[in-house]
């Protein structure tokens, strides 16, 4: 199994809502990426799990609060976004860069709309 | 700051014409470096990887890609296209140490019939 699956496919929230992206893996990577990649751009990362600590926050605001309740699962909640946080939410996960010849697999993403 | 750059924004070619896209990096250590593509609609998919060794490394569909370190770069070759290759290519940079992977710009292709 070398699949990244992510739910919700979709995602329509107003702005004073909560919701929550969910990504599992089930390869045992210990490392897994949260990434927004707005149209025609490339994917920019958010934040990075690490044995299920968060190692890097790319100064994203705390509207966005990951989650890593274990090595196989990664969540993203959501609450009071704006529309320019309109965007594909991408999940990764990777060995981990401290091991030699890794490499990150991307799940299908999260299209969000803000509304 | 460790940065990638993909020279072409937009490559528009016909049916059987030869590809090169081109990717440099900023960052003076070691680096694992990758392409991916993202077929409209579809999830980033892995072309192909470079981690030590033979500097020319082949990948899936008929891709290849050269890592030259003199020069910073690690550019994408199909000596063919085809239609299917429509698709955006992003040039990805792993410098070691750093549990990160840093992305170009993308490179938006269509392959005309």
């Known amino acids: 199994d070398t699949e990244v699956t992510q739910t919700p496919k979709h995602l329509v929230m107003g702005m004073t809502n909560k919701k929550s992206l969910k990504c599992e893996q089930h390869?045992?990577?210990?490392?897994m990426y949260w990434y927004k990649q707005k149209a025609k751009k490339p994917p920019e990362l958010m934040f990075v799990?690490?044995?299920?600590?968060?190692?890097i926050n790319e100064s994203v605001p705390s509207r966005f609060s990951p989650e890593c309740p274990n090595s196989s699962l990664l969540n993203l909640h959501l609450h009071a976004l704006q529309p320019e946080d309109s965007a594909l939410y991408l999940c990764?996960?990777?060995?981990?860069?401290?091991?030699?010849?890794?490499?990150?697999?991307f799940g299908q993403g999260t299209r969000l709309t803000v509304v | 700051a460790q940065s990638v750059s993909q020279h072409n924004h937009h490559v528009i070619l016909s049916e059987a014409a030869s590809l090169e896209l081109g990717c440099n990096y900023s960052?003076?250590?070691?680096?694992?470096l990758f392409w991916y593509v993202q077929y409209p609609g579809q999830h980033l998919q892995l072309l192909l990887k470079?981690?030590?060794?033979?500097?020319l490394v082949k990948g899936i569909k008929g891709f290849e890609a050269e890592f030259i370190k003199s020069k910073f770069s690690f550019n994408l070759r199909k000596p063919s296209v085809q239609w299917s290759d429509t698709a955006e290519y992003f040039c990805?940079?792993?410098?070691?140490?750093?549990?990160?992977?840093?992305f170009g710009a993308g490179t938006r292709l269509a392959v005309h019939p």
């Open positions: 470079y981690f030590s060794g033979d500097p």
């Open positions: 990805a940079v792993n410098p070691e140490g750093y549990n990160k992977l840093i």
């Open positions: 390869m045992g990577h210990r490392a």
């Open positions: 990764a996960s990777s060995q981990g860069w401290d091991e030699a010849n890794t490499e990150a697999f």
């Open positions: 799990y690490s044995y299920e600590k968060l190692s």
């Open positions: 960052y003076g250590g070691t680096v694992n």
